[in-house]
């Protein structure tokens, strides 16, 4: 069974940081592609930043371009997201998402499995 569960979500004021992490079991994760996603109240679902199976390969939304920095573990089955000089406009549930192969990808409809999401509120 795939699991994909997301932690470190939470409440801090603008301008914190926080380090979102993904765990993922039931994949064979060096095989895939990750990305998060996220979802701010009453809008859709927008991505945010991606990773190529080796790490070598990094895309970013222009919203979070250089405050925010995606990673992962390969031998922890691990992917994170650091967030700093964090905004309001930043609020919303972040998933995590995979998809297997070696292709960078930003597209939700192309993912092939999703975590239940961790809330970040950033407050003014």
């Known amino acids: 069974q795939v699991q994909l569960v997301e932690s470190g979500g939470g409440l801090v004021q603008a301008g914190g940081s926080l380090r979102l992490a993904c765990v993922a079991s039931?994949?064979?994760?060096?095989?895939?592609?990750m990305d998060w996603f996220r979802q701010a109240p009453g809008k859709g679902r927008e991505f945010v930043a991606a990773?190529?199976?080796?790490?070598?390969?990094?895309e970013y939304a222009d919203s979070v371009k250089g405050r925010f920095t995606i990673s992962r573990d390969n031998d922890k089955n691990t992917m994170y997201l650091q967030m700093n000089s964090l905004k309001p406009e930043d609020t919303a549930v972040y998933y995590c998402?995979?998809?297997?192969?070696?292709?960078?990808?930003?597209?939700?409809?192309?993912?092939?499995?999703w975590g239940k999401g961790t809330l970040v509120t950033v407050s003014s």
């Open positions: 998402a995979a998809r297997m192969g070696t292709v960078l990808n930003t597209e939700e409809s192309k993912m092939d499995h």
């Open positions: 990773i190529d199976w080796s790490g070598g390969r990094l």
């Open positions: 039931g994949i064979t994760f060096r095989a895939h592609g």
